[in-house]
């Protein structure tokens, strides 16, 4: 397992003033659009039954042990930038249009609280920034820079896979993610896009108490500090930030 404990990075997690928590992050195999961890509680939100651009609560089907509410976000249709297997609907965050969800949980299953989230990350670009907080205090975040530096030499996490959309976008990356967190727990996750001409796009959230991690072999861990804006050699390019309405919850 690789864990990247540098001076420069350690500094760059003080001056934040973030907390002390230990996040590593690994990822699964090119083509795979869930997480293979293992959990005591473990839940998936799809989106696929949500109305782009209101907010809604979820508990991933978990029957209550763990819920979230999403602020307004948008929803679009499956196309080439995202929409595990090529169907349903996903969560898009523009520069104008950043959300977050807030986690709380059954204190009797989760008495230490969340520590693990995991997303289908799809069509990676320069401008897609992830961060997590507990108590309104950044915890830790992950930038573009960060994922190409362990997946951008496999070419075969480039491009979407899915039915109707293989091999589209050929330029970015589009894998599964998983975010442990080894000393700690965390309460809020934000996405948001820096600069306009791109979106982050995700799918299948993931959200439980792990007991075991899952993803590639090693060496494909490494820890997950705060650090700047990574550029993505794919570049930018626009999508439409255009709210396309799917069928409401049931």
Do not use: C
Not at 27 to 47: C, D, I, L, S
Not at 55 to 73: E, K, L, P
Not at 128 to 153: C, D, M, T, W
């Amino acid at each position: 397992m690789i864990r990247i404990t540098t001076t420069a990075a350690a500094a760059a997690l003080l001056a934040t003033g973030a907390r002390a928590d230990i996040l590593f992050l690994n990822y699964e195999a090119p083509g795979v659009e869930y997480t293979t961890a293992k959990f005591t509680t473990v839940g998936v939100e799809t989106f696929d039954t949500r109305v782009s651009g209101q907010s809604f609560t979820t508990d991933f089907g978990t029957r209550g042990a763990i819920q979230a509410t999403y602020s307004a976000v948008q929803i679009n249709a499956a196309d080439q930038y995202g929409g595990a297997a090529g169907t349903g609907s996903y969560p898009v965050a523009f520069s104008d249009t950043p959300y977050s969800l807030h986690f709380t949980a059954d204190p009797r299953l989760f008495p230490h609280g969340v520590n693990y989230f995991g997303y289908w990350l799809s069509a990676l670009d320069a401008g897609n920034q992830v961060a997590f907080y507990r108590g309104g205090v950044e915890v830790g975040s992950l930038s573009p820079g960060q994922v190409l530096a362990k997946i951008g030499h496999n070419r075969n996490y480039f491009g979407n896979p899915n039915p109707g959309f293989t091999g589209q976008d050929g330029n970015e990356p589009f894998a599964f993610i998983n975010f442990y967190d080894r000393k700690g727990s965390f309460d809020e996750v934000r996405f948001f896009q820096i600069g306009r001409g791109g979106g982050y796009e995700s799918d299948n959230h993931t959200v439980g108490f792990y007991t075991a991690t899952g993803g590639t072999p090693e060496p494909a861990t490494w820890a997950l500090l705060v650090t700047g804006f990574g550029l993505v050699g794919a570049g930018l390019r626009r999508r439409a930030a255009v709210p396309r309405v799917t069928s409401p919850a049931t």
